[in-house]
């Protein structure tokens, strides 16, 4: 089974650094990753993907998203960070059902970053 | 965030209640889901539509018992709940273009943050 890791809980960034928030995949085949942001008290809302093509994935809110297949990672960044950035951020990969064929999403554990004004 | 709506968005029950919680896509789409979020834990998919048709069931409790009247539409009915039961239930909707389902992300409803008392 497909599955991804978020190895920090909490991520902490003063506004107007960069930011970076990690993800490594475990997949056989080709992977297909999704950043996903939580607010609160809100649904997930989508940030980005990667399928194929540039390593480079760009997505809302300035965000974007590196795809490192020899270091089997998918670290989330952005250059400036904002106050309102913080927020419950999910790594997620396409996986499919062994009985079916249907594809779902299998999420990560999720980091929280707070920036600091 | 008007894409997918969640009723209620919060409800209160005991044990021994029933009760439904309500998911209404704006979208199109012919997928529809049902995640649980518990404080530090991964997202779980706990059922998914795929064309009106039950795709996927992650061995969840007979107390859990999803509805999908159309694709636009989705519920899940609560029986004799337990407190572990409490969480977050998010609905999530997407565009499935193949029988096998696709890549395409999901949009999520704000969601119903349940507390079984």
């Known amino acids: 089974a497909q599955s991804v890791a978020q190895p920090e809980d909490q991520v902490n960034v003063a506004e107007g650094n960069p930011l970076t928030v990690k993800c490594t995949y475990s997949v056989s085949g080709n992977p297909y990753l999704f950043w996903y942001v939580q607010y609160p008290n809100r649904g997930l809302q989508f940030l980005l993907k990667?399928?194929?093509?540039?390593?480079l994935v760009k997505g809302s809110y300035g965000f974007e998203a590196e795809f490192n297949k020899s270091q089997t990672s998918f670290h989330l960044k952005k250059p400036s960070a904002l106050v309102s950035d913080s927020a419950l951020y999910f790594c997620?990969?396409?996986?499919?059902?062994?009985?079916?064929?249907?594809?779902?999403?299998?999420f990560g554990t999720g980091t929280r970053l707070l920036v600091s004004p | 965030e008007t894409g997918v709506t969640q009723t209620p968005r919060h409800l209160v029950m005991g044990m021994t209640n029933k009760k439904s919680l309500k998911c209404e896509q704006h979208?199109?789409?012919?997928?529809m889901y049902w995640y649980k979020q518990s404080a530090k834990k991964p997202l779980e998919l706990m059922f998914v539509y795929n064309f009106k048709e039950q795709t996927e069931n992650n061995s969840v409790p007979s107390r859990f018992s999803p509805e999908c009247p159309n694709s636009s539409h989705l519920f899940l009915h609560l029986h004799t709940l337990q407190p572990e039961d409490s969480a977050l239930y998010l609905c999530a909707s997407s565009q499935v273009t193949a029988r096998r389902g696709s890549y395409n992300e999901q949009f999520f409803g704000p969601g119903t943050r349940l507390t079984v008392l």
């Open positions: 979208l199109g789409h012919n997928a």
């Open positions: 997620a990969v396409r996986d499919t059902l062994m009985n079916t064929g249907f594809q779902k999403l299998v």
């Open positions: 990667y399928i194929t093509g540039d390593n």
